[in-house]
């Protein structure tokens, strides 16, 4: 009986050799692979057979079945070989493939990085700070004490009231650290994100994101800041724009003022957009109030400034005509894809 296992091993082994030589075909060498590899394959019968031979013939029969699978395993590789470059070879690799798709900058980005760019050749560094600030720096040191009606709770995440530890709801705390660790003349655009309680529907978010500018020296004036911004409206809004000064209240300015650009829809005629007024406003502005000044260390005696700040989602729907805030979160290709 161990004679006839191993003649039988051996008469596998041959006539696996000659069938699956030169196989190409991939149905073919499935065929045979399911014949001799297979559940119910001739080298599992090989197998269950040696339990039916003597104990002293089972080890050298064992060995052998072995040495056979692991045979039939390597000619099953190289015959797969085969087939893969057979079937390469029938390709037209003449078509294109499939074109990978790419990401594009967030038009948040764009507009961000433009007004920075706008900023930067006039001189202006970027600072930036954190998104959880003090009380002292978000409002104390722009002159509005604890009843002031800007620190009510309903406009502020607080992470700690007692201790006065909160999301800032703007980024003037910025303008705060960089007057506390630098001597004037100085000259920064701050950016990043803030946070309110909004809601959030076409025009406002819980979240969103802005810039603002300071500028302190000796001897700066409105004229200044008015020349900056007229320069920095030009360029990002097109030189063809009028540019309005409203005087307005700003509890860390004065004199204040609200800055508006005639309406980018109607040409400054009056269309919904801008509420039949002609202007849209933009930006609010003033020169420092010495108080600040003092809170942060400065001599108002000795120093002048101004201040501004925008919204950089306000900025790029005025740029774009986008109606609606929720389109730069809500991830539509639809309308990031216009931007790429």
């Keep these: 009986m161990d004679r006839d296992i191993l003649q039988e091993i051996d008469r596998v082994r041959d006539e696996a050799r000659r069938q699956i030589a ?22 599992l019968s090989l197998t269950r057979a040696i339990s039916s031979l003597p104990a002293d013939a089972r080890p050298e029969a064992g060995r052998r079945v072995n040495a056979l699978k692991k045979e039939l395993e390597d000619l099953a590789a190289d015959a797969l070989g085969r087939v893969g470059r057979r079937q390469a070879s029938q390709q037209n690799l003449s078509f294109p493939g499939r074109r990978i798709e790419t990401g594009s900058l967030h038009p948040l980005t764009l507009v961000l990085r433009e007004m920075v760019g706008i900023f930067s050749s006039m001189g202006f560094g970027v600072a930036l700070g954190p998104d959880i600030e003090t009380d002292f720096n978000n409002f104390e040191a722009l002159n509005m004490p604890p009843d002031h009606p800007a620190r009510d709770v309903w406009d502020t995440f607080f992470l700690d009231r007692r201790a006065g530890v909160l999301l800032r709801t703007h980024t003037s705390p910025v303008q705060v650290r960089v007057m506390q660790r630098m001597k004037p003349p100085l000259r920064i655009v701050a950016v990043g994100r803030c946070f309110r309680r909004d809601a959030f529907d076409a025009s406002h978010s819980p979240v969103f994101h802005q810039m603002e500018g300071l500028m302190v020296g000796d001897g700066i004036s409105f004229a200044h800041l008015k020349g900056v911004l007229v320069h920095f409206i030009s360029r990002f809004f097109g030189p063809q724009v009028s540019v309005k000064f409203t005087p307005s209240y700003f509890p860390f300015t004065e004199p204040s003022a609200e ?45 002048t400034g101004f201040a501004f700040g925008m919204g950089i989602e306000r900025s790029a729907m005025i740029r774009y005509g ?19």
Excluded at 24 to 40: C, I, N, Q, S
Excluded at 262 to 268: K, Q, T, W
Excluded at 323 to 338: A, C, G, Y
């Design 22 to 43: 030169g196989t190409t075909d991939a149905a073919a060498l499935e065929a045979w692979r399911v014949a001799y590899l297979g559940r119910k394959g001739k080298l």
């Design 259 to 303: 800055v508006s650009i005639s309406c980018v829809i109607c040409a400054g005629a009056g269309c919904p957009t801008c509420g039949q007024t002609g202007f849209l406003e933009i930006l609010g502005a003033g020169m420092v109030h010495p108080q600040v000044f003092r809170n942060v260390g400065y001599d108002p005696r000795k120093v």
């Design 322 to 340: 986008i109606s609606d805030i929720r389109h730069f979160t809500q991830n539509d290709l639809r309308v990031l894809r216009q931007f790429s």
